[in-house]
């Protein structure tokens, strides 16, 4: 069962920006660092972005760097997922996720709570 929601895709044409928004309802979610992942058709799931648990430190996965941005706000339990100049390869089901230890923000099997994910898909 979910824990997180995702909301914000949708389609976009290349070059074009949406912003994702990841809502963790009733979790101590201030004390967790959180990950966005994405998985396109055939492809296995892979880190995106990833955001400190008081936002002090992000780190971002090469294919994404520049473009996309990730931010926090702990007051309204949510993190964000800014992508700007979207190509074709961005593609993907978007998940957010929480992990507790920063050491494993890049890797999906050390995340504890996921949600359904938010498809996103820009055409070229």
């Known amino acids: 069962q979910a824990q997180l929601v995702e909301s914000g895709g949708g389609l976009v044409q290349a070059g074009g920006s949406l912003r994702l928004s990841c809502l963790a309802p009733?979790?101590?979610?201030?004390?967790?660092?959180m990950g966005w992942f994405r998985q396109a058709p055939g492809k296995e799931r892979e880190f995106a972005a990833a955001?400190?648990?008081?936002?002090?430190?992000?780190d971002y996965a090469d294919s994404v760097k520049g473009r996309f941005s990730i931010s926090r706000d702990n007051a309204k339990n949510t993190v964000y997922l800014q992508m700007n100049s979207l190509k074709p390869e961005d593609t993907a089901v978007y998940y957010c996720?929480?992990?507790?230890?920063?050491?494993?923000?890049?890797?999906?099997?050390?995340?504890?709570?996921w949600g359904q994910g938010t498809q996103v898909t820009v055409s070229s």
């Open positions: 996720a929480a992990v507790s230890a920063w050491g494993g923000r890049g890797a999906a099997s050390r995340y504890a709570a």
């Open positions: 009733g979790r101590a979610f201030s004390g967790y660092h």
């Open positions: 955001i400190s648990w008081n936002g002090d430190a992000t």
